[in-house]
């Protein structure tokens, strides 16, 4: 928990998709007692948002225009309970909805409008403006928060978090292939790194983590380290 003498700071988590970086994140924000907000969740909320109203047909066609007017109207929230945290969309709890194989499927194309980017990004924004917040996604430490004192990137080989995200989705009950995660994987680097508005790249003073040979324990340790030595040199 965060002390008297200890200031207050934003943390900036980026990386690619399956590197295990919420929930190393959510870890963090826990262990030093600040917010933690998803924002990949927020890209889901307003995917779900467009299938809901029809401005998306055969998980291809988005009615960008029908999108872009609708923005205004959708509020994005988080309610926490306990260690469990949901996303909220216009005061409905949409947590299971956004992480439908339906919304996984087509948010790539969703996050890449800019002004379904901008309306985000300022609400984020938003979420940070008191600092004490450890916020992940792909552009928050070169977007979302520029001048965040604290920023990691995070990235494990793509054949690893492949693996990974089998394991996940096995232990859910989903039968995968190894082979169709991967290529999977790779499509969503290409969208995420070749996208005009806002790519995913590192920001030239985030710490690269690669955790492909760590275990849980030693990335969350790594972390906190960090945010020791970050927030005693201010
Ligand atoms: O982290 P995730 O898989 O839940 O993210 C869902 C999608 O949203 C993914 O395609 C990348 C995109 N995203 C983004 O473009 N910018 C962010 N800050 C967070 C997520």
Known sequence: MPTVNTPLITIAIDGYSSSGKSSMARQLAKNIGYRYIDSGAMYRAVTLYAMRHGMIS???AIDIPALIA????IKIDFSVDGDSQSTLLNGENV???IRSMEVSNCVSPIATIPEVRHALVAMQQKFGQEKGIVMDGRDIGTTVFPHAEMKVFVTASPETRARRRVDELNGKGVEASYEEVLANVITRDRI??????SPLRRADDARLLDNSTMSISE???WLLNLYRTVTSGI
């Open 58 to 60: 055969d998980g291809q």
């Open 70 to 73: 609708a923005l205004p109207s």
């Open 95 to 97: 947590e299971r909805d």
């Open 192 to 197: 995420d790194e070749t996208r005009e508005e």
């Open 219 to 221: 990335q969350n340790e």
